[in-house]
């Protein structure tokens, strides 16, 4: 049970859980199965038109002029060994790509798997659907955030505690909005950084065979479903274990301690992180599944999407299950990461609590649950 939900009546409660587990489940289907289907339906068209606007939009923003990142490195770096070092990541002549005089790739030229053309739809997509998606999420939660409306605020807020920026010390809310430009540096620093790691995640992925952007091999259901379940399951094992190493004596001051600013998360904080954290800690455990299964670059954008809603719930402030996995065996509760937060205890694990039930990090959670409950 939430913090924020104690006082409600025991049928209330039951019911709108229902509500919210039939709500959830429709629209995991939804995202998962939906887009999927239409596009196979289409015969292609909508997906060669998709691929090939992100090569176009990529020539029209005119980055692909810098992505030899020759220049940038040698700056950065001061080394000539260093660009050579960089340049098979991240290489890309932009003649090649853009073709035309005016910079942009034509939308009827298909764009074919290794390719120059390839590499710049794969690095687009997934930093516009990451940008995309996290940006509609926090949107959604800014306004529950600002309209404060007592129906929701009574019913889902998980804290006792008003939110930061309501506080009645103004020493608290200035500190919130502090910590909120810090943040949103942050998120500037890190998709910039995700950005070039796209490239290498590209690379890295078509020497296993994944990451292809041809219909031909685009994933029918039960490949999908059944890859979504492996990513998820590998992305919570090493996401529980970096999790653990990350609370360690010798990263956490150094490096998980800037998440940890949010002693009363919300969405934005989802990825609020350090560097190093969020290339190793997030990055890494999201794209191992898809690196290991040679998925294909629809499944990875999908599996992107669902991993985005994920964190957005765990850090959101609400019990607002947006995904039915809480409901499943092990699922990890909303709260345990709102707990996790405000005490810095246990409670590591990702989509599941299997690990924090097997290795006893769960425990203190489930006093706090058993206090609030006597």
């Known amino acids: 049970m939430a913090v924020g939900t104690a006082s409600r009546a025991p049928a209330a409660s039951s019911a709108v859980a229902l509500l919210n587990h039939v709500l959830s489940v429709l629209s995991t289907v939804a995202i998962v199965l939906g887009p999927a289907a239409y596009l196979r339906a289409d015969g292609g068209a909508l997906w060669h038109s998709l691929v090939a606007g992100m090569v176009r939009f990529g020539c029209s923003c005119r980055l692909v002029d810098v992505m030899s990142l020759t220049e940038l490195v040698k700056r950065v770096l001061g080394s000539e060994s260093a660009v050579d070092a960089a340049r098979p990541f991240f290489d890309v002549d932009a003649a090649n790509v853009c073709g035309g005089a005016d910079g942009a790739w034509p939308a009827d030229v298909p764009v074919e798997d290794d390719s120059a053309q390839a590499q710049l739809a794969f690095v687009y997509g997934i930093n516009v659907v990451h940008w995309v998606v996290f940006a509609l999420l926090n949107l959604g939660l800014a306004v529950l955030y600002v309209g404060q409306f007592p129906a929701v605020e009574r019913a889902f807020k998980m804290s006792e505690k008003p939110w930061p920026w309501l506080s009645p010390r103004a020493t608290e809310r200035a500190a919130f909005w502090r910590l909120l430009r810090f943040s949103l540096g942050s998120l500037a620093f890190n998709y910039g950084l995700s950005f070039f790691q796209a490239f290498g995640m590209y690379r890295l992925g078509r020497a296993r065979g994944a990451f292809s952007l041809s219909f031909a091999q685009f994933p029918d259901t039960a490949t999908l479903?059944?890859?979504l379940a492996v990513c998820v399951l590998v992305e919570d094992f090493l996401f529980y274990w970096g999790h653990r190493f990350l609370h360690t004596r010798l990263l956490y001051t150094r490096v998980h301690k800037i998440h940890h600013k949010f002693f009363h998360p919300i969405g934005i904080a989802s990825e609020t992180a350090h560097p190093v954290e969020y290339a190793l800690g997030n990055v890494l455990p999201f794209i191992a599944g898809p690196l290991l299964l040679r998925s294909h670059s629809y499944t990875t954008f999908l599996w992107?999407?669902?991993?985005l809603i994920k964190t957005a719930e765990a850090h959101c402030g609400y019990d607002l299950p947006f995904l039915p996995l809480v409901t499943l065996p092990f699922?990890?509760?909303v709260d345990a990461h709102q707990y996790h937060h405000e005490v810095n205890k246990g409670s590591f694990g990702s989509?599941?609590?299997?690990?924090?039930?097997?290795?006893?990090?769960?425990?203190?959670?489930?006093?706090?649950?058993?206090?609030?409950?006597?």
């Open 351 to 374: 989509f599941f609590a299997f690990y924090d039930w097997l290795c006893g990090t769960d425990i203190p959670y489930k006093n706090s649950l058993a206090k609030k409950q006597n």
């Open 304 to 307: 992107l999407t669902l991993r």
């Open 225 to 227: 479903l059944w890859q």
């Open 331 to 333: 699922g990890n509760p």
